[in-house]
């Protein structure tokens, strides 16, 4: 089996490729070359263009077929409109990574593929969710077998699920409070991307992964606070944790010089 990675070397990317050469599938990643974050991992073929370039992307690939595309850096229905010209008929399987985000926010749990895909709040959510209709469409064309794949948050060495990333280890070392999000009860599922890697390389070749959407993120609901004091306690630390308010004022917390919104602009 062969499979072509459309970026490849993010967070979630990166491991999925290293899952996928692992069981032996020929994987192909196409990028820009511009990501300093993870390199692309050993084994893997790597062609750099311009995904938004059809003429790159045809210059790249030539007249190759792959087993698998996955496209890693769709974002708004323009990108998935060009893959559907530049792969159909390229690919036994099409797979989209849209996101957890695009479900209905406030929606009861658990949260099912069923769940309604509606969010008014955010951009990206809804962007990726027109990606989603534009693709389903083309799968009940006929023509395009598609599989849409909704991770929620994923993480690695390089992005810790805490607020302030590393900063927050630190701070945790020192001594020092650490921010948790309101009163520190709101539940989120963490998933490390080597466990999200193996669901996902998992539906390769899957005829009954269907367009409707398939979740892939570890099922446990841990508080915030709970998740900040078991990082904590890996470290041997007690650690005094900070629940600002949403109102509260931008005052700086004790040894930093970072303000509040600074740290919340840390979380990506």
Not at 5 to 13: D, E, L, N
Not at 162 to 171: E, P
Not at 213 to 235: I, N
Request: hydrophobic letters at 35%; charged letters at 20%; a positive charge.
């Amino acid at each position: 089996m062969n499979a072509l990675f459309i970026g490849g070397t993010g967070v979630i990317s990166s491991a999925c490729v290293r899952a996928a050469i692992a069981r032996g599938v020929d994987v192909t990643i196409f990028c820009r070359g511009k990501t300093t974050s993870h390199s692309p991992a050993p084994g893997a073929k790597v062609l750099y263009g311009d995904i938004r370039e059809p003429s790159s992307v045809r210059a790249a690939l030539g007249d190759r077929h792959f087993d698998v595309v996955a496209q890693w850096v769709g974002f708004v229905p323009a990108h998935v409109e060009l893959d559907v010209e530049l792969f159909r008929k390229r690919t036994g399987q099409y797979i989209f990574i849209s996101s957890a985000s695009a479900y209905r926010p406030g929606t009861p749990v658990p949260i099912t593929e069923a769940t309604p895909l509606d969010n008014p709040y955010s951009q990206y959510s809804r962007d990726k969710i027109a990606c989603e209709a534009r693709l389903s469409q083309a799968h009940r064309d006929g023509d395009f077998p598609v599989t849409i794949v909704r991770p929620s948050h994923t993480y690695d060495a390089t992005s810790l699920p805490l607020r302030g990333g590393w900063t927050a280890v630190d701070r945790m070392r020192r001594g020092l409070p650490v921010i948790v999000a309101d009163d520190g009860a709101s539940q989120w599922t963490l998933t490390h991307s080597d466990d999200f890697a193996r669901a996902f390389v998992g539906l390769f070749g899957r005829p009954e992964a269907t367009p409707t959407g398939v979740q892939a993120f570890w099922g446990t609901k841990p508080t915030a606070k709970s998740s900040t004091t078991r990082r904590s306690s890996a470290l041997s630390k007690a650690t005094r944790l900070s629940f600002p308010s949403r109102r509260a004022p931008r005052s700086k917390l004790p040894g930093t010089t970072r303000t509040r919104a600074a740290e919340r602009s840390t979380r990506t």
